[in-house]
């Protein structure tokens, strides 16, 4: 097991030696949250809790978190009661579940595509955490649409490289980025992620906010 801290937060977490670790994406994730106090929220792949401990500082309404695996599942809620957050969990495909409508929905999704899923050679629930065999963005916008209030709101994070994808298969299913923030290695570095708001029915503009560094974490906080 590794003990971990939430950057920009009084959370500590656990993580197992065998699964996926959340790295700074999620803590950039955590931080581009913006939510109310009337919120409820579903955190999709929730792997160790960590975007839901960071939505609870916001204190919304009501957490609740949806993964693939038993393991996963239980360090998630250990995580949430040993901060004193209470969350719901439910083991179940996102293509499945029917809980909500929720007010937001948060994700940071697996990454990279593959065409052949025997070519993963990792243990299966850091594959589905990596790599699109679970999840693709495609699943990502239909199922978030499913699971949304008409006023919904989707946070995500992704690679900046397929940021034209990503806003055109939005546009597909009826969401609209309001605001973006993309996180680049350094000042002189390429842009490494990507972190959107999405919403539903709006014609809203988009906003787009100072970038973070990521061999700066101070910047990570707006």
Known sequence: MKDDFLYGTEYRI???KDLYHFNSDSELLG???RLKHSDTVLD?????GVLLLYAAAQKPKELHGIDLFDEVIAQAAENCKRNGVEAFFTKAK????TGGPFDAILCNPPYFKTDNPALISEDEKIAA????????PEDLFASALR?????GRLFMVHRASRLNELLFMADAYG???????????SRKGIAKSVLLELRRHTKQELKI???AFLDKRETFIL
């Open 14 to 16: 656990t993580q197992g």
């Open 31 to 33: 931080h581009f949250l």
């Open 44 to 48: 999709i792949g929730t792997g160790s």
């Open 94 to 97: 996102v293509q499945e579940y």
């Open 129 to 136: 955490a990596r790599h699109e065999v679970y999840l693709t």
């Open 147 to 151: 699971l949304s209030k008409d006023s």
């Open 175 to 185: 969401w609209r980025a309001v605001r973006m923030r993309i996180a680049y290695a």
């Open 209 to 211: 906010e100072p970038p």
